[in-house]
């Protein structure tokens, strides 16, 4: 999986998932603690999306596609090349369980 940029995926603090839920289903480990690195993320990327959504909308940066600069452009090319690719920093794949039948 390949981030949006070279710093990562900006705003993928701000994904809901189902554990940020407050009536969330639980697996029955015991109580679940907040996890105070994940929610200073989030208020770090919810700070830089105030951030540019005030700026006038002639200074938003918008992504050129196919430019030199196209960074998930550049890891397809360097896949397809054969080169070493940047993996995700904030997405993860998860394996295939075995299923014993």
């Known amino acids: 999986m390949v981030d949006e940029t070279e710093e990562g995926s900006p705003y993928a603090a701000l994904r809901m998932r189902e554990a940020d839920l407050e009536k969330h289903l639980s697996s029955g480990q ?24 005030r700026k006038p909308a002639a200074d938003r940066k918008v992504p050129e596609f196919g430019s030199d600069k196209d960074f998930q452009l550049i890891q397809a090319i360097n896949h397809l090349k054969g080169k070493p690719v940047l993996v995700s920093k904030t997405q993860v794949e998860r394996k295939e369980e075995v299923k014993d039948n």
Do not use: T, V
Not at 30 to 53: F, I, Q, T, V
């Open 30 to 53: 015991g109580e679940e603690k907040k996890d105070a690195a994940r929610e200073k993320a989030r208020e770090d990327a919810l700070k830089r999306l105030e951030e540019e959504s």
